[in-house]
């Protein structure tokens, strides 16, 4: 399989192509979280796209307050499209924590670096 650096600059040439310039990346706070969220980060810088970077906590102990945290700091930032660099556990609490603020909506956009397979079968 490729690995995340060419997934990363794949995935930016992809909001490019879209004309998306603004991008919230929620991630885990560990080794494949945050090279993934650097590798996207500069392949960003190379075609112009703004990333404003949360974390959710270490991939093992990321909870539902941690996640409420991140998404209120999300919601402030403007930014709809949002880029999960997320293990499946932390995408099924996002999940469910979309759902309960109601930004399940066709004003965002979420696209899933890894762990969304996962997610639904933990639902």
């Known amino acids: 399989s490729m690995n995340d650096a060419h997934k990363s600059k794949t995935l930016a040439m992809l909001l490019k ?9 929620l991630h885990v706070d560990d080794d494949w979280g945050l090279g993934y969220s650097r590798a996207l980060a500069a392949s960003g810088v190379l075609l112009n796209l703004s ?15 941690l996640v409420a945290s991140a998404l209120s700091v999300l919601q402030g930032s403007g930014e709809n499209i949002i880029v999960g660099i997320l293990t499946g556990s932390s995408v099924a609490i996002l999940l469910r924590q979309l759902y309960a603020r109601g930004m399940l909506t066709m004003d965002y956009a979420f696209i899933f670096a890894d762990g969304l397979t996962r997610a639904l079968a933990l639902r």
């Open 17 to 25: 192509a879209y004309r998306w310039k603004y991008i919230a990346s």
């Open 51 to 65: 990333f404003t970077f949360i974390t959710v906590g270490a991939s093992q102990s990321v909870d539902a307050s």
